[in-house]
């Protein structure tokens, strides 16, 4: 008899620790799901009301026009001297980004002393939160005036804008990188120096390959932080849309040109703010391009070290 009363507890012990699991596995499926769910609201909401825009400016004048000028008459529409000048500042951005980042996350993983790297990384990770406007600040009154000494730049241009920008993302792209560099198995480090290799060679040929998704998601991140970035175009790159873009000039990105229309540069208006949206959402677009096309590029280099 006690046998036989024992015998449906472990049954229902196994019910209720199924029911936990399969709750558990809905809440983390909807937790994906939200994300999802955010991302498609926010192109539903860019695509609504970005629509009278479009219903009265033809695609083909917005994607393949040279001139941009909402005010002036007669009105012109087209958005490359914007993306032009976006993809400029972010090319430069990534070029000084991208080689200080992945170096100093070399030098924090492989040849800092742990004294020394208990203070650079914090220091590094620090330089992460300061405010965007700093760096704007920074560009425009100490960055700007000193490229004027050898180039011939004006008080706003593209190459003061980028090359802070490039400053300020390269904490992300050295911290994300050296946790993915300090991540890789000791056991591949002491391989390469068996077999005789140096230290170069061990990094370049055995650890960085099997870090190298980590790497390319601190690319990422960087390419889509600086995209994105919007104080210090604001502030240093200037306001005018100029075709083509030249460096040296002031240039007007996507984002300057979205903090002209929310401020109140341009009077109110149905028509005016639909401006913002259509371009907001050829910012979400062209970030999100350059998300796949970099996924790409990293997948097929993986499989080549693979």
Known sequence: MQASRAAP?????????????????????????????????????????????????????FLGGTRWAPIHEPASYGILPLLG????????????????????????????????RAVLKPALELLAGVPTVVYGFFALRFVTPFLQRFLPVGFWNGLSAGLVMGLMITPYMASLSDDVLYAVPRSLWEAGYALGARRPTVLLRVVVPAAFSGIGAAFILALTRAVGETMIVALAAGRTPAWPPHPLKPLLPLTTAMVNIATG??????????????????????????NLLSHRVIRRIRRRYA
Request: aromatic share 10%; glycine share 4%.
């Open 9 to 61: 507890y472990p049954a229902v012990l196994a019910r209720l620790r199924r029911g936990k699991e399969d709750a558990i596995r809905a809440l983390l499926a909807l937790c994906a799901l939200s994300a999802l769910a955010v991302v498609t609201a926010v192109v539903a909401i860019f695509v609504h009301q970005s629509l009278p825009f479009f219903r009265t400016v033809p695609l083909s004048e």
């Open 265 to 290: 540069d341009h009077e109110a208006g149905a028509f005016i703010w639909s401006h913002l949206f259509a371009i907001g959402l050829l910012l979400f677009l062209v970030t999100f391009g350059l």
């Open 85 to 116: 000048a976006t993809l400029l500042v972010t090319a430069i951005a990534l070029s000084v980004a991208v080689p200080l980042g992945f170096l100093a996350a070399v030098f924090l993983t492989a040849y800092a002393p742990p004294h020394l």
